[in-house]
């Protein structure tokens, strides 16, 4: 698996695991295509556009800061051993190396 896959299937594992209803966000009328939270619900929380986070999640952003990524895993409400798990995907995104998954 590529870093790049790897850190979009993390991401979207651990979007999978918040309900809107935990962020304040009601459920609303439509019926949801995905479990949990959406892109387009995570990343204001995050305070991002739809559009990067979407290429973050996509491995198309190799350089993304530490405060994002530590603003994604607030959000995500990630436990340590996953936010440095988050950040070795990251980063070896950007070098090209690839993580054991968490």
Not at 35 to 55: K, N
Request: no cysteine; glycine share 10%; hydrophobic share 35%.
């Amino acid at each position: 698996m590529s870093s790049s896959s790897a850190l979009g299937e993390f991401l979207r594992s651990r979007r999978a695991r918040i309900k809107p209803e935990e962020m304040g966000l009601g459920s609303g009328m439509r019926r949801r295509r995905v479990s949990g939270l959406r892109r387009e619900e995570l990343a204001p929380l995050v305070g991002v556009s739809v559009g990067y986070y979407t290429r973050l999640e996509q491995g198309q952003s190799p350089n993304v800061s530490d405060q994002v990524l530590e603003a994604i895993a607030r959000v995500l409400r990630l436990d340590d051993e996953e936010r440095d798990h988050l950040h070795r995907l990251a980063r070896a995104g950007a070098s090209g190396l690839v993580s054991a998954a968490v």
